[in-house]
């Protein structure tokens, strides 16, 4: 594949305005990596797991407030705190 | 039966990649998945196009089930190792299928596909030719299914699992949050329903935890395992991967997987809904 994209997945047709969005994307030295990222509430607790895309992308549909997003690629994990709210897409870029 | 019985490791499956009594097979909730790569020599089974009735709410039937399984050249006395994305929800759902049209040895890959990627170990996307067999089933074990007549009458009575997401549960999503929000026509539970979420049972890398982590896991959140349970979630495909834990790795004797859960119940006139967390 090409190289990584900045940001998310496109939100072309996503009703952002009625959703609550995390995404971004997983790189390595400025490459897509191949994993998966988990979504976990603020007691730790797992809620979503979604395999990256071929670009390293990844979004969830979630709830405000605040969530850990673990990005699990062999032979690392990689924790990042995000606060998420409705209306507007948080993007989270992961560099592992 | 012991835990080797129903659960094989990664290179268990490595190091018999090229057994031909043994199947590889990936089912994937993402039905793509599998014409990008696979393991080698693993055959495909498509849990919309292949397990489902065309036309009712149902899955196949026996003759459906019999006709899938020559077709993909699988033999009854072959041993059949299901893994897949997602942690396995979509291989555990495959393989109580294969439980109840009675298939001989069926395992699950622990951690399916993602301990797979994991650990960097190779996929093909070679598609492998397996001859038709002419596979027998034996009528549907109607001992591990539950229908929406018996989770009423489970209600206060029996163990009920709810093995969706808390906020599932809770009433405040009606579907996992990497999926569109949509299906029963309410949210909510089955009253008197323990919420125990599938992700509970597995640990990061999609590997089952231990038995005694798993026995632990459900005694602490108050299921008697003395009693029948009867475990669904929206679709029936979480739930039969804890329908894998509490049947085929604690062996608990009656356990029953409701498949048409939250997406019937939540749609049925009458029946009592509850909401809030536990």
Redesign the interface.
């Known amino acids: 594949m090409c190289g990584a994209k900045a940001g998310g997945p496109d939100l072309a047709g996503v009703d952002v305005a009625n959703e609550t969005i995390i995404q971004g994307s997983v790189t390595r030295d400025g490459e897509p990596v191949n994993g998966y990222v988990r979504l976990l509430d603020e007691g730790g607790e797992f809620t979503a797991e979604v395999p990256t895309s071929a670009t390293g992308q990844f979004r969830f549909f979630a709830r405000p407030g605040k969530w850990t997003l673990r990005a699990l690629v062999p032979g690392q994990t990689v924790d990042r705190q995000v606060v998420a709210s409705q209306g507007t897409a948080v993007e989270v870029a992961i560099a592992v | 039966m012991s835990r080797s019985d129903v659960l094989v490791d990664a290179d268990w499956v490595q190091a018999h990649l090229d057994d031909p009594k043994v199947v590889i097979v990936e089912v994937d909730e ?1 039905t793509t998945a599998y014409e990008k790569n696979h393991i080698r020599n693993a055959v495909r089974i498509d849990w919309k196009q292949d397990l489902q009735d065309p036309v009712r709410r149902d899955f196949i039937d026996q003759a459906g089930f019999e006709a899938l399984l020559s077709a993909k050249g699988i033999a009854n006395d072959d041993t059949v190792v299901l893994y897949g ?3 396995n929800w979509f291989a555990s759902y495959a393989y109580w299928y294969f439980k109840l049209y009675g298939h001989g040895d069926v395992r699950l890959l622990d951690g399916g596909r ?1 301990k797979w ?4 170990r190779d996929l093909v996307a070679e598609v492998p030719a397996r001859p038709a067999t002419e596979y027998k089933a034996q009528a549907a074990d109607s001992s591990i299914r539950a229908f929406r007549d018996d989770v009423i009458a489970a209600i206060g009575n029996l163990n009920l699992v709810d093995v969706r ?3 599932e549960f809770s009433g ?2 009606l579907a ?6 949509e299906q029963s026509q309410r949210p909510g539970h089955v009253p008197s329903a323990r919420n125990i ?1 599938w ?2 049972n597995a640990n ?2 999609g590997t089952f935890k231990s038995d005694d982590e798993l026995k632990a896991l459900y005694e602490a959140e108050g299921i008697d395992l003395a009693k029948d349970t009867i475990a669904y979630c929206r679709i029936g495909e979480r739930s039969a991967l804890t329908w894998f834990v509490l049947h085929e790795l604690l062996g608990q004797e009656n356990v029953k997987n409701y498949d048409g859960s939250w997406t019937e119940y939540g749609s049925l006139v009458g029946v009592p809904i509850e909401l809030g967390s536990n």
């Open positions: 993402d994305g997602n942690n993602k990627e994991l650990d960097s997401s808390p906020d405040k999503l996992p949050a990497h999926l569109p929000q979420p992700a509970k990061d890398d």
